[in-house]
Nanobody, 126 residues
Framework: QVQMAQSGGGSVQAGGSLTLSCTAV????????MSWFRQAPGKEREGVSC????????YYSDSVKGRFTISRDGRKNTIILQMASLKPEDTAIYYC???????????????????WGQGTQVTVSP
């Protein structure tokens, strides 16, 4: 059974940085795109960033582009999300997820992500 082991997150003041990590434990194939999603209180879950199975292609939502960086260690099926210049509106629970399909951050394709992490809290204070 595959599990997504998340770590990182926490609390920081606006303008600060945090790093999230996620490892797909038990995943025998590296043919999975992996993404980060987030859900703020009272809001729908939204896609934040995605990296292709080979790490070559990376995508970001407009709200984090230029501030967040996703990377992937394919051999370990681990992805890292480096978050800089954090804003209070980045406060949310962040989830990593994996899909056998191609990268997508659109809501209508969220169902394609079949493996999810437990979530980790990120809090940015003004």
């Amino acid at each position: 059974q595959v599990q997504m082991a998340q770590s990182g997150g926490g609390s920081v003041q606006a303008g600060g940085s945090l790093t999230l990590s996620c490892t797909a434990v038990g995943l025998t194939s590296d043919d999975y795109a992996m993404s980060w999603f987030r859900q703020a209180p009272g809001k729908e879950r939204e896609g934040v960033s995605c990296v292709s199975f080979n790490g070559r292609w990376k995508y970001y939502s407009d709200s984090v582009k230029g501030r967040f960086t996703i990377s992937r260690d394919g051999r370990k099926n681990t992805i890292i999300l480096q978050m800089a210049s954090l804003k209070p509106e980045d406060t949310a629970i962040y989830y990593c997820a994996a899909t056998e399909r191609t990268c997508s951050l659109h809501k209508e394709f969220e169902y394609q992500y079949t493996i999810w992490g437990q979530g980790t809290q990120v809090t940015v204070s003004p």
